[in-house]
């Protein structure tokens, strides 16, 4: 793995300490996690303590230390989504995935994510899927949209 | 972009935008709020583009992309003005139409129009859409007006204008009075008097001082504060610089949760096109007072929505809260005073400053002035953002505005405040909504979320969601709040799987209160609103979980059972369709059953059997 980009990234926020939680989220952005030798390279040019680093990175529910897969599921399970069918959505996926939330599967495809609100309440339950929302959700829509990726990938061979 | 260095500088530049706008001029704008966006809104504004440019009628035609227009359960929503012509559910495929005849011809297509639900009168205009109707949008209704990202759109509708009267008419301690007597509180959730924590600060002593905007909405359900920052959030920006002025802040930060991908980046959006005009920075308007802002991120943390907690986060630390003897306003970001207020409160700022103490003291009620936006989600049929005036009664945000139930089900009650208010019955729906009348009943404002449950809401359920939600997200700092609501929620999950017993309630209330009293930070101290509200309005649901091992609302799924009825049955086939594990089984036009081992109780087959044949027991 090149970690070249995340002095790019430390540049960036001018090496202020109070940058620190974005320029995580910048590394996460690019690498998908949060390497073990990204990190040390931020303790080092920050001149903060690794463990204090540490500390942030597992605190915040954002970022993550393993890697995550190639493609996202979100499921917001806020107050509206929940009473509007949210959990009966995250019985499916955990199903459909045979994961739990936080995990990614075993061929690195899918990372199945919980968030306590996407701030999109008006339409829940609402998922989050590499980058777009989808609003009045049910079990089956959920369903439909992971068979979508599968076969997505099907038809596109080894390439995905 | 114009350097401004001057009132009249900006006063020029007003009448410079306002001079090429054409008097005939047709302006389309399409919602762009995240709600509309996922209903495809994006691909709309494209469509417009293109067929605009592709006919030539650009000079004739502004296109705008709006931020959000509170009613995205109707999105995505397209306007057309000067006519004030209102479409909903506009998909790709209107957009010729709509230019060619309502844009070419003056010819409204009535398909796209809102429908009355009990009139089923077609509804050409916003402001006759009962939605809007009782609405009164002060803060908010700039939205539809204005595309967030240009700077010059909030100059046209009279933007900054605020700041210059603060900064040229008025001393800092003026601008505070004006604050305080016109009875502004913190739209954040507590409610805290905006002018005195002003003045606290100011006479807090220390040269530097800062200026926080929290925009970390973590309370589920509300989403006011996104659709201001994404939407309009110069008026944001203008609020803190007055405040800063006001106060003597010279640096600032608007906290943002990264959930909030295009809040984040109209924010930094907006601070930099302030800063290039001479809005921010060094000598502002020419008036000697500096001011600069910076956006922060947060990390997915709950509680950084409490200040200490999110002072924290700011310098890049754990984000856990400290006891608050010393106030931030005295003792806040790295150790200095700090004025933190939440986004809504900063956006009635500039509208306080143009039109007076008075006029904003005489919305509202006696200890709650002004509008305040509500997010009305839930099981409710109009959903959506809502700005009211202090007062009004919950009957008619949720019957009046909302529109009632949703499908069918009775509702029952409406959950206010977040994870720290709690659950308020349909019996007190005449409650007028102010700050202090919600907290009377055992709930409180927060930050405006309002979700609405019918009968087909679980309250014991709903109690047992927030006590998991809280006991997730505490920060583990201090034991009540960390160990406290773990056993709670071990009772709730008890009394919902069926286990629960005599002593079940007594001694979850019993740790309710200790953790309210001894908890650090506010997430602890009110962490077990939610269950003691359930239990005050709603025992009989809790007592049927124990007694009886029964869920009336058939949502704890432990002690539900799915079946369908052979009588009633039509055998049309629909729950089979929509069964995510086929647990539904029959042959078409012949009565159908469920085999429960495989069954995942997630009652899509009720959902949509037409029959009525599908029973829970």
């Given amino acids: 793995m090149d970690f070249e980009h995340v002095g790019k990234i430390i540049d960036k926020y001018q090496e202020k300490r109070t940058g620190l939680i974005s320029i995580l989220h910048d590394i996460q952005d690019r690498y998908h996690f949060l390497p073990e030798e990204a990190l040390r390279k931020v303790a080092s040019r920050l001149r903060m303590d690794l463990n204090d680093i540490y500390g942030v990175a597992t605190f915040y529910k954002s970022f993550s230390l393993i890697p995550k897969g190639k493609h996202s599921i979100t499921l917001c399970l806020g107050t509206a989504c929940h009473v509007r069918g949210g959990p009966k959505i995250l019985r499916e996926m955990k199903k459909q995935l045979s994961i739990e939330p936080g995990q990614t599967t075993a061929d690195k495809q899918f990372s199945l994510n919980l968030v306590n609100c996407l701030g999109v309440c008006a339409i829940g339950p609402v998922m989050f899927v590499d980058g777009k929302f989808y609003g009045e959700m049910n079990p089956l829509k959920a369903k439909r949209i992971i068979e979508k990726i599968n076969k997505n990938k099907r038809k596109n061979g080894v390439k995905s | ?617």
């Fill in chain 2, 1 to 617: 972009m114009r350097k401004i260095k001057s009132v009249s500088d900006l006063e020029k530049w007003r009448e410079h935008i306002l001079s090429k706008q054409k008097q005939d001029e047709v302006v389309v704008s399409v919602c762009g709020g995240t709600g509309c966006h996922a209903y495809g809104c994006k691909k709309v504004r494209d469509q417009f583009a293109k067929a605009i440019k592709k006919n030539d009628i650009d000079k004739k035609i502004r296109l705008r992309f709006t931020g959000c227009r509170g009613f995205c359960e109707r999105g995505p929503i397209v306007t057309i003005q000067p006519q004030g012509i209102f479409y909903q559910r506009v998909q790709e495929k209107d957009v010729l139409l709509i230019l060619s005849e309502t844009v070419g011809k003056g010819k409204i297509l009535e398909n796209l129009l809102y429908e009355d639900a009990i009139t089923k009168r077609k509804v050409t205009s916003e402001k006759e859409i009962p939605f809007y109707k009782a609405q009164h949008r002060l803060v908010l209704g700039n939205n539809g007006q204005i595309e967030p990202t240009k700077i010059e759109d909030y100059i046209g509708i009279g933007g900054y204008q605020a700041l210059s009267k603060a900064l040229f008419e008025m001393k800092p301690e003026q601008v505070i009075d004006e604050i305080k007597v016109s009875g502004l509180r913190g739209r954040g959730g507590a409610g805290f008097p905006t002018g005195k924590k002003w003045e606290d600060c100011r006479n807090a002593p220390g040269e530097i001082k800062y200026i926080i905007c929290n925009c970390d909405e973590g309370d589920p359900g509300a989403y006011m504060d996104r659709s201001l920052l994404e939407g309009n959030p110069h008026s944001v920006l203008e609020g803190m610089i007055i405040g800063a002025y006001a106060i003597g802040g010279s640096h600032g930060y608007i906290y943002v949760r990264h959930e909030y991908p295009l809040a984040c980046k109209n924010a930094e959006t907006a601070t930099t096109q302030a800063r290039k005009a001479g809005l921010l920075g060094k000598n502002i308007l020419g008036s000697g007072f500096s001011f600069d802002v910076e956006i922060a991120k947060g990390g997915g943390a709950f509680v950084c929505g409490e200040s200490t907690a999110l002072i924290a986060s700011i310098e890049g630390k754990v984000g856990e809260p400290r006891s608050k003897q010393v106030h931030t306003v005295a003792r806040g970001l790295w150790g200095k005073p700090t004025n933190l207020n939440n986004v809504e409160t900063w956006a009635n700022v500039p509208l306080i400053i143009n039109k007076g103490s008075q006029w904003f003291s005489s919305i509202g009620t006696e200890k709650s002035k002004g509008t305040k936006i509500f997010s009305l989600v839930g099981k409710v049929k109009n959903t959506g953002l809502v700005e009211v005036p202090m007062g009004i009664t919950l009957e008619k945000i949720i019957f009046d505005i909302g529109g009632g139930q949703q499908d069918g089900r009775k509702i029952k009650a409406v959950q206010t405040g977040g994870p720290s208010g709690g659950c308020i019955p349909a019996s007190l729906f005449d409650l007028p909504v102010d700050f202090d009348s919600l907290t009377q009943v055992g709930s409180m404002m927060g930050s405006g979320g309002m979700i609405v449950m019918d009968e087909g809401t679980c309250m014991v359920d709903v109690a047992k969601y927030f006590v998991h939600f809280l006991e997730e997200e505490s920060c583990g700092k201090c034991l009540p709040c960390r160990e406290g609501l773990k056993r709670m929620g071990q009772i709730l999950d008890n009394i919902t799987e069926g286990r629960g017993d005599e002593e079940s309630l007594v001694l979850l209330e019993e740790l309710a209160e200790v953790v309210a009293d001894t908890s650090i930070c506010g997430l602890g101290k009110t962490a077990p609103n939610p269950v003691l509200s359930a239990l005050r309005y709603f025992r009989p649901e809790f007592e049927a979980h124990i007694h009886q091992k029964r869920c009336p609302a058939a949502v704890c799924t432990s002690l539900i059972q799915y079946s369908i009825s052979e009588t009633d049955c039509t055998g049309c086939g629909a729950c089979s369709k929509v069964c995510p594990t086929q647990a539904v089984k029959g042959e078409k036009k012949q009565s159908h059953f469920i085999l429960a081992e495989i069954c995942s109780k997630c009652g899509s087959c009720k959902d949509v059997c037409k029959a009525n044949a599908v029973m829970v027991q």
